[in-house]
């Protein structure tokens, strides 16, 4: 069997991908297939860390966020991230699969801090760790939050699932002829005005000379592709 193209990975999940088509919440069969997919690379022996984002639940209490301050609404982001990695780390753990929530935000009666020599214990022991509550500031996404983790954990690549596999020329909705980047330099995505991450990530990406993977995650089977080094998605490169 040919062997993983990498040994530790830092995958990025919007929490929008956790809805499926719902409206906003989390989607039992979205996670469960999600979690399938999971199980499938660590299976691999493939050192494996998560960030999650919080849209699916934020964008339930949003309407009622307008007009708040800034910080406050962000701290709100982070708790719903939370809530999504202890769904996730159950999800995996019905699943057969353990996994380790680790918090940048102190809750310690529901799930443990944020320690870097911890984290890298359970990733060494094969443990999937979920790094929740962003980076613990507000004024940072969890790209920002995956970006950071991913550089502190020595991952080799940042891989940001999204609903697009790849980074195209064009919006492919708008723009039948666009066509997808195997791979792309960190130079060109920025003079090309790609949107791949929020400026702060793909920065710090950039300056760590840490690559990014984007792929589709509702693609069936496209997580193992791109660790095992298929062409999948698009390879932002130094």
């Known amino acids: 069997m040919t062997k993983p193209a990498y040994k530790r990975v830092l995958l990025k999940l919007s929490g929008e991908a956790l809805m499926g088509d719902d409206a906003y919440g989390i989607n039992r069969a979205t996670i469960e297939r999600m979690v399938a997919d999971v199980a499938e690379v660590a299976n691999l022996g493939v050192e494996l860390a998560i960030v999650i984002g919080g849209g699916n639940i934020f964008r339930g209490v949003a309407p009622g966020a307008q007009g708040m301050d800034r910080s406050t609404a962000d701290y709100m982001g982070m708790l719903a991230t939370v809530m999504n990695s202890l769904a996730l780390a159950d999800a995996m753990r019905q699943a057969g699969i353990v996994a380790r929530v680790m918090s940048a935000i102190s ?53 940001k699932a999204t609903k697009v596999d790849g980074v195209y020329t064009a919006d492919p909705k708008k723009d039948p002829s666009a066509t997808r980047y195997s791979t792309i330099t960190f130079d ?40 095992m080094g298929e062409d999948e998605g698009t390879l932002v490169h130094v």
């Open 188 to 227: 060109e995505a920025i003079s090309k005005h790609l949107q791949v991450m929020d400026a702060t990530a793909f920065s710090l990406c950039r300056d760590q000379k840490l690559p990014i993977k984007v792929f589709s995650i509702i693609k069936p089977g496209a997580f193992k592709r791109v660790v």
């Open 107 to 159: 809750i310690e009666q529901v799930v443990e801090p944020y320690v870097r020599p911890k984290a890298l214990q359970y990733l060494e022991e094969g443990k999937i760790v979920v790094f929740a509550a962003g980076t613990g500031n507000p004024f940072f996404t969890t790209d920002t939050a995956a970006a950071l983790r991913g550089a502190e954990i020595g991952a080799e690549i940042v891989l």
